[in-house]
């Protein structure tokens, strides 16, 4: 971001400061999930959402020109512009999502390290729940069809009416016609639509033959968005139906992911490997460079995942170094020939308070117990080996 752009953006946070009177820190914790889409100078798009609805979200940028001087076969962090990057692989193909322009972006490659082509596969609508506010999608392969998990709402500030919503495609094409699934309900009463709660970040998995949602989420509904965020756990019925009442699997309470102004449970990504199951997170304040990794293993794989007690926590996993600020909000895939496991991740560009962000990979191992081993973020510019069997 330019040096004009962040001191407009400073002048526009103290003038917010000032009018609010409250700390530049409540001011940032008070817009912490708006701007944490953004991918331009903020004030610019602060300014856009009060004053138009739907506001339009910032595109994610195009692919990062690698350096002219990497040997063959090599290629290097950041890869593109952007943040929350999701990308699943179904054969030999990548796909990708991401909010653009307050609507969802989807794009399909061979390549791991290249997003290909991509193509708007559905815009918020002028009215209702999810007019605005578009956040964070992830698209999956289920029972023949893609489906879109994404979270909107009205917009604020206070940022208080995020809720989760499904698209379902009309076939195996992911560029495909979408139709609008409806919100999930994600509180703890399911009799009572009206009681849907604060809910972003949703993600699915299958374990031994059932299909389960885990989402970051309020505790109960609040009037302000400065609330702490927890780890929720549900089955399903099918891929846009929750079953049962919502389980809390983890809450920032680690001397490691706690500290700050804000403490965030966010981001959930299931992992599985060898029989075992494991749900990497984000804590911290994503803001901020603590943001980092931390880790849910389900002790037996036999055991009942809606039990908090069948968990056990660890961290932080993954996290920043004096190069690379920031690291958070990942998801995994394995390389073309499916022989490497990989990190996809977004990371700060600058050790200052904010959003500006880009999208980083690279390959992850296996400790002997059994766990993930993520190592250390490589640094910008570093040569990395494309991914095995990638052309």
């Not at 990497?70 to 193909?93: C, Q, Y």
């Not at 992911?174 to 009463?189: I, K, N, R």
């Not at 980092?292 to 926590?313: N, Q, Y």
Request: with cysteine.
């Amino acid at each position: 971001m330019a040096t004009e752009g962040a001191d407009k953006r400073s002048a526009f946070l103290l003038k917010i400061k000032a009018d609010r009177q409250a700390s530049f820190y409540s001011t940032l914790i008070l817009l912490h999930p708006l701007l944490r889409s953004m991918k331009k100078p903020f004030f610019f798009c602060l300014t856009f959402c009060l004053l138009a609805s739907p506001w339009t979200l910032m595109a994610q940028s195009s692919l990062k020109s690698q350096p002219d001087s990497l040997p063959a076969g090599m290629f290097a962090n950041p890869v593109w512009r952007g943040a929350d990057p999701w990308i699943t692989k179904v054969g030999h193909l990548y796909v990708g999502s991401r909010s653009a322009h307050n609507g969802i972006v989807v794009s399909r490659s061979l390549a791991l390290t290249k997003p290909g082509e991509s193509k708007t596969i559905w815009t918020a609508p002028q009215n209702g729940w999810n007019r605005s506010c578009v956040w964070a999608p992830e698209i999956h392969f289920l029972q023949g069809r893609w489906y879109v998990y994404y979270a909107a709402g009205e917009s604020g500030p206070p940022f208080i009416h995020q809720r989760t919503g499904v698209l379902r495609s009309a076939n195996e094409d992911p560029f495909s016609a979408y139709e609008e699934m409806g919100q999930l309900y994600t509180g703890d009463h399911p009799e009572d639509p009206y009681s849907n709660i604060w809910a972003i970040d949703m993600t699915l998995f299958e374990y031994r033959g059932n299909l389960y949602a885990v989402w970051s989420g309020w505790e109960k509904q609040e009037k302000t968005d400065a609330t702490s965020q927890h780890l929720y756990l549900s089955k399903m019925s099918n891929p846009y139906t929750l079953t049962g009442k919502r389980v809390k699997l983890s809450s920032p309470v680690e001397p490691w992911e706690t500290g700050g102004p804000l403490n965030l449970n966010e981001g959930p990504e299931p992992l599985q490997h060898n029989g075992k199951l494991f749900i990497v997170y984000s804590c911290r304040e994503s803001w901020l460079v603590s943001y980092r990794l931390g880790l849910l293993e389900l002790v037996r794989p036999e055991g009942d995942l809606l039990d908090p007690a069948s968990w056990k926590k660890s961290g932080p996993v993954f996290e920043g170094t004096d190069k690379v600020f920031g690291v958070g909000h990942c998801s995994f895939v394995k390389s073309p020939d499916d022989k490497e496991d990989w990190i996809i991740y977004h990371s700060k560009r600058k050790t200052d308070p904010g959003w500006d962000r880009d999208v980083r990979m690279q390959p992850f191992g296996w400790k002997a117990d059994g766990t993930p081993y993520f190592g250390s973020p490589i640094p910008a510019g570093q040569p990395i080996p494309i991914p095995s069997g990638q052309r």
